[in-house]
């Protein structure tokens, strides 16, 4: 069986992966669930709804949500926005480039990050912006004056990225109407979680007032170079990975890429399906759940070379500053925390720190 290096907080870490051919996922590892009642305040409806979240996040950890509410004319106007970002000559994507960032910001250039240690550089581009409470549907002018410092130490929004792409009519625009669709969802979503885990519906409110709310453009462009060659390893459009926060949102077009490992270690492919998002888990929700929910590692081969690919992951996790233990609710006399408490930004930055120590480790080899 092969094997592949993950990277992980900690360090890289190796996992064997069955050699099978991908193939498509069957729909109860990968359910589709219908989240319209999270707009109505019916708690018989929520706990129902929240048993079929609680039974897709153990198991593989990923599953397609329908009926969301965030808007077609929305995802179509930051498919568009990305589509012309992305379509620029590089002298103008340039000007958003994330080294003058200070928290990953802006534009990644393809071919220079690497998501897993054993695959190839990822194929792909990016746009990165972050959380701004300015932009925060749930937040007054007199909020946004009066963050507190522990607060406003740790956001990580950048204006750079609206100065730089302020030249693409309505790019801006199109980028905060989706994220702050996003963002609501996920406030949402989030509260149907803490039913799953015999937790009051507003347990998690608190922790989600400036929350972990990362949205990112993704680009795999055409490669004529390969055409009729499939990814794999060697040429990697996302190389293959596990998400860090809580919760992920994904947007995919419908060209199709989205590999997932199954709990029996086999690649499944997770086709797009028409006004879904995909949503999985992420590494610290999974550890304050003391592993009883999945963070699934996946990755993205574009299942044709000679188109274009467009994706828009939304990153969710709970305030940066709050430091969190494991979830009462998942530990028993027999079942102690396995984890010590951490924030959610602390334990993002011990994985951003890795991957800057494994890139210059390799650079220097
Ligand atoms: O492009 C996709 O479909 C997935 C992207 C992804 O997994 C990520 O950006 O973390
Ligand atoms: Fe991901």
Redesign the pocket.
Same mark, same amino acid.
């Given at each position: 069986m092969p094997i592949i290096t993950l990277r992980s907080s900690y360090g890289p870490v190796e996992k064997y992966v069955s050699d099978k051919e991908p193939r498509e996922c069957a729909l109860e590892e990968v359910p589709i669930i219908d989240v319209g009642c999270l707009r109505t305040a019916d708690m018989a409806e929520l706990r129902a709804l929240a048993d079929k979240i609680k039974a897709a996040a153990t198991q593989t950890g990923f599953f397609y949500i329908v009926n969301h509410g965030v808007s077609r004319e929305s995802t179509e106007r930051i498919a568009d926005a990305a589509k012309r970002f992305f379509k620029q000559p590089v002298e103008l994507k340039e000007k958003a480039n994330r080294r003058q960032s200070r928290y990953f910001n802006g534009w990644q250039p393809p071919l220079v990050q690497r998501a897993c240690v054993s695959e190839s550089l990822d194929h792909?581009e %990016?746009f990165s912006f972050r959380y701004d409470p300015q932009f925060d549907p749930a937040k007054t002018d007199k909020d946004v004056q009066d963050i507190p410092d522990e607060i406003s130490r740790e956001i990580r929004g950048e204006q750079f990225v609206w100065d730089s792409t302020a030249h693409i009519a309505g790019f801006k625009d199109a980028c905060i109407g989706y994220w702050q669709q996003c963002l609501e969802l996920s406030r949402r979503l989030i509260q149907v979680f803490a039913l799953t885990l015999d937790l009051p519906l507003t347990y998690f409110d608190k922790l989600v007032t400036y929350p972990g709310a990362d949205c990112?453009l993704?680009y795999?462009p055409a490669q004529p170079a390969h055409a009729g060659q499939p990814y794999n390893a060697r040429n990697a %459009? $996302?190389g293959a990975?596990t998400?860090l926060q809580c919760l992920?949102l $994904?947007w995919?077009d419908a060209t199709g %890429? $989205?590999q997932v490992l199954n709990k029996d270690n086999e690649w499944v492919i997770v086709p797009p399906l028409k006004d879904s998002l995909?949503v999985n888990i992420g590494d610290y929700l999974m550890r304050l759940t003391n592993d009883r929910f999945k963070s699934t590692v996946? =990755?993205?081969y574009p299942v044709d070379t000679s188109c274009d =690919?467009y994706?828009v992951?939304f990153?969710f996790g709970f305030n940066f500053n709050e430091t969190c233990a494991v979830l009462p609710s998942c530990t028993s006399a027999t079942e102690p925390a396995k984890y010590a408490p951490i924030s959610c930004g602390e334990w993002c930055q011990l994985r951003f720190k890795q991957e800057s120590f494994d890139d210059a480790v390799e650079n220097a080899a």
């Open positions: 792909k %990016g990112v993704n795999y %459009g $996302l990975h998400d992920t $994904l995919q %890429g $989205l995909v996946h =990755r993205v =690919r994706s992951p990153f």
